[in-house]
């Protein structure tokens, strides 16, 4: 009986430290941050640590960060009173890129087919903090010789007046490499342009009073919208330097230690001020600068079916893109369809400068003589600070061919009237003569007839006349129906100036917009890339064609400066017939 108690203990006791020994093995997979908060130009170091080896290590996508080292292994193992440890640990040098709160995701191992993840870390990310200086660290030379400066023009202007600004990197002693924005400067309440910087030179300049080298990193035209202290927001940087160290080669030469330098242009603030109420024309729609204005008709004289392009043009230094151009008023006997725009307009560090265009297609109705009244241009003139108007002469458009209406007014009160004057009758040559007894008309049978007649012709009459209103009612109808007229002018127009490039792409873009028109129903306004891809294929026109469409739409404003022979053109005739008759076939 004793033994047996005393087998039953040594079980006990054996059970106790397998359970033990389980418990010891229980698998450990964590991470440990050296701080959980950091300033933004701090490092910071994650370490991944398991109790077992673990395969398969997943680390997180450090999303907010910028790994600078890592991942780096260590691996120990020892033994202690005759048991066993085991440490694994992956370990990274992160530098964050954005200030708040950022999380750190999980990493994953895999363990005897188990998957083990780490718990995710918050880390507090603050200001940039000025960090005490080691004299006998390298990193001075590139806060002494490192500088990202704004260079702004004029800081004190007027609304939609242009200002330029100009970021440039300073540089003394060190070398620089590449760099990454951290901080895009954002231009709220200004209409911005980049100017393009094909090639990064670095040019000799004085900084400081001191020689430095610099390159123009990033240029901008901008120009205000509204008055007041308008702020412009910093350009942040991070950029790859080389330092000169205190160690040296075997042959004597210094040593250069990478690292990496952030600098910031700082935030600037421009005054605005509002453009003077004295003197202001009513008719002014913010056109700043100088600038000329001109009003030109293709033609005064036309024959019955032709039509004319009237062109509001303004020339000149300024802000072109933002105002819009007069609109021209026109007699009723004249319609005039909605502007085709165009603009030729460069943007140089100086400002906007060159042409934009609405052009206008008139066609008549009547015979006749029509004025188009002056139109009337103002800008504000910033040499002379004043306002200054343009008025247009009047233009007279002679319709030489086509209906003359029964009573057309024109606009100097002149009055077309067409009467018919019956000076003579003809004498009868021939007797006619009434029976004696004849009856009565009233109640005979053509009496009846003609009674009748007026009742019976009403419903025709009532459907006759509400099928002219509704045609004359169809604004939209009648608009497709002159666009399909007018892509095919357009058409005849670009074949006769098959001979004159430039003039022949003018007139085949026409007629390409007009047809779209026609088909879609939509105005200029409307006929974006996307919105007319889009639109097309709602309509079931086919991908290839639609594609062949915009490319051919898009190659008329570039092929009327490029170099082309006249093959080129006469290929471009034709696909434009054959893709306007695919869509005419496709469209639905």
Same mark, same amino acid.
């Given at each position: 009986?004793?033994?047996?108690?005393?087998?039953?203990?040594?079980?006990?006791?054996?059970?106790?430290?397998?359970?033990?020994?389980?418990?010891?093995?229980?698998?450990?997979?964590? &991470?440990? *941050? #050296? =701080?959980?908060? +950091?300033?933004? $130009? /701090?490092?910071?170091? %994650?370490?991944?640590?398991?109790?077992?080896?673990?395969?398969?290590?997943?680390?997180?996508?450090?999303?907010?960060?910028?790994?600078?080292?890592?991942?780096?292994?260590?691996?120990?193992?020892?033994?202690?009173?005759?048991?066993?440890?085991?440490?694994?640990?992956?370990?990274?040098?992160?530098?964050?890129?954005?200030?708040?709160?950022?999380?750190?995701?999980?990493?994953?191992?895999?363990?005897?087919?188990?998957?083990?993840?780490?718990?995710?870390?918050?880390?507090?990310?603050?200001?940039?903090?000025?960090?005490?200086?080691?004299?006998?660290?390298?990193?001075?030379?590139?806060?002494?010789?490192?500088?990202?400066? &704004?260079? *702004? #023009? =004029?800081?004190? +202007?007027?609304? $939609? /007046?242009?200002?330029? %600004?100009?970021?440039?990197?300073?540089?003394?002693?060190?070398?620089?490499?590449?760099?990454?924005?951290?901080?895009?400067?954002?231009?709220?309440?200004?209409?911005?342009?980049?100017?393009?910087?094909?090639?990064?030179?670095?040019?000799?300049?004085?900084?400081?009073?001191?020689?430095?080298?610099?390159?123009?990193?990033?240029?901008?035209?901008?120009?205000?919208?509204?008055?007041?202290?308008?702020?412009?927001?910093?350009?942040?940087?991070?950029?790859?330097?080389?330092?000169?160290?205190?160690?040296?080669?075997?042959?004597?030469?210094?040593?250069?230690?990478?690292?990496?330098?952030?600098?910031?242009?700082?935030?600037?603030?421009?005054?605005? =001020?509002?453009?003077?109420?004295?003197?202001?024309?009513?008719?002014?729609?913010?056109?700043?600068?100088?600038?000329?204005?001109?009003?030109?008709?293709?033609?005064?004289?036309?024959?019955?079916?032709?039509?004319?392009?009237?062109?509001?043009?303004?020339?000149?230094?300024?802000?072109?893109?933002?105002?819009?151009?007069?609109?021209?008023?026109?007699?009723?006997?004249?319609?005039?369809?909605?502007?085709?725009?165009?603009?030729?307009?460069?943007?140089?560090?100086?400002?906007?400068?060159?042409?934009?265009?609405?052009?206008?297609?008139?066609?008549?109705?009547?015979?006749?003589?029509?004025?188009?009244?002056?139109?009337?241009?103002?800008?504000?003139?910033?040499?002379?600070?004043?306002?200054?108007?343009?008025?247009?002469?009047?233009?007279?458009?002679?319709?030489?061919?086509?209906?003359?209406?029964?009573?057309?007014?024109?606009?100097?009160?002149?009055?077309?009237?067409?009467?018919?004057?019956?000076?003579?009758?003809?004498?009868?040559?021939?007797?006619?003569?009434?029976?004696?007894?004849?009856?009565?008309?009233?109640?005979?049978?053509?009496?009846?007839?003609?009674?009748?007649?007026?009742?019976?012709?009403?419903?025709?009459?009532?459907?006759?006349?509400?099928?002219?209103?509704?045609?004359?009612?169809?604004?939209?109808?009648?608009?497709?129906?002159?666009?399909?007229?007018?892509?095919?002018?357009?058409?005849?127009?670009?074949?006769?100036?098959?001979?004159?490039?430039?003039?022949?792409?003018?007139?085949?873009?026409?007629?390409?917009?007009?047809?779209?028109?026609?088909?879609?129903?939509?105005?200029?306004?409307?006929?974006?890339?996307?919105?007319?891809?889009?639109?097309?294929?709602?309509?079931?026109?086919?991908?290839?064609?639609?594609?062949?469409?915009?490319?051919?739409?898009?190659?008329?404003?570039?092929?009327?400066?490029?170099?082309?022979?006249?093959?080129?053109?006469?290929?471009?005739?034709?696909?434009?017939?054959?893709?306007?008759?695919?869509?005419?076939?496709?469209?639905?």
């Amino acid at each position: 009986m004793q033994s047996h108690n005393l087998k039953m203990k040594k079980y006990f006791v054996a059970i106790v430290f397998l359970m033990c020994g389980l418990i010891s093995a229980q698998v450990q997979f964590e &991470a440990r *941050v #050296s =701080k959980t908060t +950091l300033a933004l $130009n /701090e490092r910071l170091r %994650v370490d991944f640590m398991m109790n077992v080896d673990g395969d398969n290590f997943a680390q997180p996508s450090f999303e907010g960060f910028r790994i600078i080292a890592g991942p780096s292994q260590q691996v120990s193992q020892s033994w202690v009173n005759g048991r066993s440890s085991f440490e694994k640990a992956y370990s990274y040098f992160l530098l964050p890129n954005q200030k708040g709160t950022i999380v750190i995701k999980s990493a994953a191992i895999e363990y005897n087919g188990q998957i083990y993840r780490t718990a995710p870390i918050k880390i507090n990310v603050t200001a940039a903090q000025e960090q005490p200086r080691d004299p006998n660290d390298s990193q001075i030379a590139a806060d002494d010789n490192l500088y990202l400066v &704004a260079d *702004v #023009s =004029k800081d004190n +202007l007027y609304v $939609n /007046e242009p200002t330029t %600004v100009v970021y440039k990197l300073y540089f003394a002693n060190i070398g620089i490499s590449n760099f990454r924005e951290l901080n895009k400067p954002k231009y709220n309440d200004f209409w911005s342009q980049n100017i393009e910087i094909k090639q990064l030179v670095a040019e000799e300049g004085i900084f400081k009073g001191q020689n430095y080298r610099y390159i123009v990193l990033k240029k901008v035209v901008l120009y205000p919208q509204k008055s007041g202290k308008l702020k412009i927001e910093p350009l942040s940087l991070e950029i790859d330097v080389q330092l000169p160290s205190n160690r040296r080669d075997m042959f004597g030469r210094m040593l250069l230690t990478e690292t990496s330098k952030r600098v910031s242009a700082g935030s600037k603030t421009i005054n605005v =001020k509002p453009l003077p109420e004295i003197g202001k024309p009513d008719n002014f729609s913010g056109a700043v600068g100088k600038f000329d204005f001109k009003v030109t008709p293709s033609k005064n004289n036309l024959k019955n079916g032709e039509s004319l392009d009237l062109i509001v043009s303004v020339t000149g230094k300024g802000n072109l893109k933002l105002f819009s151009l007069p609109k021209p008023e026109v007699p009723n006997a004249l319609e005039m369809y909605d502007p085709v725009h165009s603009e030729d307009i460069s943007t140089p560090l100086s400002g906007m400068n060159g042409k934009t265009i609405d052009s206008y297609t008139i066609i008549p109705q009547y015979k006749g003589n029509y004025p188009i009244k002056p139109l009337q241009f103002s800008y504000f003139d910033l040499d002379s600070r004043t306002y200054k108007t343009i008025s247009s002469p009047e233009i007279m458009v002679n319709v030489l061919e086509g209906p003359t209406p029964v009573d057309t007014t024109r606009a100097d009160g002149n009055k077309n009237k067409n009467a018919i004057v019956d000076h003579f009758r003809p004498i009868k040559l021939k007797t006619e003569l009434n029976e004696i007894n004849k009856k009565d008309f009233l109640g005979s049978n053509l009496f009846y007839v003609l009674l009748f007649i007026p009742f019976l012709l009403l419903p025709l009459l009532i459907l006759f006349k509400n099928k002219r209103e509704a045609l004359a009612g169809d604004i939209s109808g009648n608009r497709i129906r002159m666009n399909n007229r007018l892509a095919k002018k357009y058409l005849s127009e670009a074949k006769k100036q098959i001979k004159n490039k430039e003039l022949f792409y003018i007139a085949l873009e026409k007629a390409m917009h007009n047809f779209l028109k026609a088909k879609l129903n939509i105005e200029t306004s409307e006929m974006s890339k996307n919105n007319i891809q889009e639109l097309l294929l709602s309509r079931n026109a086919s991908e290839e064609t639609v594609i062949e469409f915009i490319a051919l739409t898009e190659n008329c404003e570039i092929a009327r400066y490029a170099p082309s022979s006249s093959v080129t053109i006469q290929q471009d005739f034709d696909k434009a017939v054959f893709i306007i008759s695919e869509l005419e076939k496709q469209i639905s």
